[in-house]
């Protein structure tokens, strides 16, 4: 067995006036936490320095641009770095990224044991929309803060193991794990701000959200015989509800880890990333299974 020993690190609410420098202490009791309890690998929410910004509207976008960030490490994230290196600890983590060119993505890294960047991710699937929309319960910004990432799904030799990421509305698509799997991929890792109520489906609440949730992620990683990793960014922030339901997912889809409640805290799960095989082998062995020729309407526009 090769075991990867993960802990999946939820945040509670970040609110709009709380600094980098706060949720990084906060990030960084949470990594204590999993050292303690012998994890190699750590992963955080999407866009877990800042509040969920995507839901403020401003007309002009450069007033989002504090909320990004044009570099990384920087000196407010430096402290997590030099903890987790401390710790000899990888970690994942979400935020907005500005780079020097002027675009901005909702990204993710990963950053092995050593302290080194090896992998990036820039969010694909961007959910809601570009302008005001006076209909809706709250806003969904993120088509008009971020450009659709450009980075592809690709997956990383390290730690052991074959890893690779995604983010939030990612994990819906079956496409999402499907591209990582045909890489062979044993680790998803991903994390996630999702409003616990539909602002366009009255009726649409926590419960369901937390099924269609747990349905995309035990899909991906039954399809694709691979671990999952889904972390939330949970509660309250300034008045809108994020769902929690941070868990970890085996590789027959079944979840093995869920944490209770919207506050900070860690799950940690040994995952042994030789059980991969057995469906990579055999149901879902896609060398011999596969049949592309009749898959091309997926591609077609
Ligand atoms: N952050 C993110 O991608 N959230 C979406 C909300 C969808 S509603 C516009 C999600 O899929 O969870």
């Given at each position: 067995?090769?075991?990867?020993?993960?802990?999946?690190?939820?945040?509670?609410?970040?609110?709009?006036?709380?600094?980098?420098?706060?949720?990084?202490?906060?990030?960084?009791?949470?990594?204590?936490?999993?050292?303690?309890?012998?994890?190699?690998?750590?992963?955080?929410?999407?866009?877990?320095?800042?509040?969920?910004?995507?839901?403020?509207?401003?007309?002009?976008?450069?007033?989002?641009?504090?909320?990004?960030?044009?570099?990384?490490?920087?000196?407010?994230?430096?402290?997590?770095?030099?903890?987790?290196?401390?710790?000899?600890?990888?970690?994942?983590?979400?935020?907005?990224?500005?780079?020097?060119?002027?675009?901005?993505?909702?990204?993710?890294?990963?950053?092995?044991?050593?302290?080194?960047?090896?992998?990036?991710?820039?969010?694909?699937?961007?959910?809601?929309?570009?302008?005001?929309?006076?209909?809706?319960?709250?806003?969904?910004?993120?088509?008009?803060?971020?450009?659709?990432?450009?980075?592809?799904?690709?997956?990383?030799?390290?730690?052991?193991?074959?890893?690779?990421?995604?983010?939030?509305?990612?994990?819906?698509?079956?496409?999402?794990?499907?591209?990582?799997?045909?890489?062979?991929?044993?680790?998803?890792?991903?994390?996630?701000?999702?409003?616990?109520?539909?602002?366009?489906?009255?009726?649409?609440?926590?419960?369901?959200?937390?099924?269609?949730?747990r349905l995309?992620v035990q899909a991906g990683a039954y399809q694709n015989s691979?671990?999952v990793?889904?972390?939330?960014?949970?509660?309250?922030?300034?008045?809108?509800?994020?769902?929690?339901?941070?868990?970890?997912v085996n590789p027959d889809g079944e979840i093995?880890?869920?944490?209770?409640?919207?506050?900070?805290?860690?799950?940690?799960?040994?995952?042994?990333?030789?059980?991969?095989?057995?469906g990579?082998?055999?149901?879902?062995?896609?060398?011999?299974?596969?049949?592309?020729?009749?898959?091309?309407?997926?591609?077609?526009?």
């Amino acid at each position: 067995s090769r075991i990867l020993t993960v802990a999946a690190a939820q945040l509670g609410p970040i609110q709009k006036a709380e600094t980098r420098a706060e949720v990084v202490a906060r990030m960084i009791a949470l990594m204590e936490e999993a050292k303690a309890k012998r994890a190699d690998f750590i992963v955080y929410p999407e866009l877990a320095l800042t509040t969920f910004f995507p839901r403020w509207y401003h007309e002009d976008r450069a007033e989002a641009d504090p909320w990004f960030e044009a570099a990384m490490p920087n000196p407010q994230v430096q402290p997590l770095f030099d903890k987790a290196l401390e710790c000899g600890m990888g970690m994942s983590f979400g935020y907005a990224e500005l780079t020097p060119e002027g675009q901005h993505f909702n990204s993710s890294i990963l950053v092995d044991k050593t302290g080194a960047i090896v992998g990036k991710y820039r969010k694909i699937h961007l959910p809601g929309h570009v302008d005001y929309d006076e209909t809706r319960a709250h806003q969904h910004l993120e088509k008009r803060y971020f450009e659709p990432g450009d980075l592809g799904f690709p997956v990383w030799r390290t730690m052991g193991g074959l890893i690779g990421m995604c983010i939030c509305n990612d994990r819906r698509w079956p496409e999402t794990y499907r591209v990582m799997g045909l890489q062979g991929v044993e680790m998803v890792v991903l994390g996630f701000n999702t409003p616990s109520v539909n602002g366009h489906r009255s009726g649409e609440g926590l419960a369901q959200r937390l099924f269609h949730h747990r349905l995309s992620v035990q899909a991906g990683a039954y399809q694709n015989s691979c671990w999952v990793v889904a972390v939330a960014k949970a509660g309250d922030e300034d008045g809108n509800h994020l769902m929690g339901g941070t868990l970890v997912v085996n590789p027959d889809g079944e979840i093995v880890a869920e944490l209770e409640g919207e506050a900070d805290g860690i799950i940690v799960v040994p995952c042994d990333l030789d059980a991969t095989r057995f469906g990579k082998e055999t149901i879902f062995d896609f060398a011999r299974h596969r049949r592309i020729e009749h898959y091309g309407a997926i591609t077609a526009q």
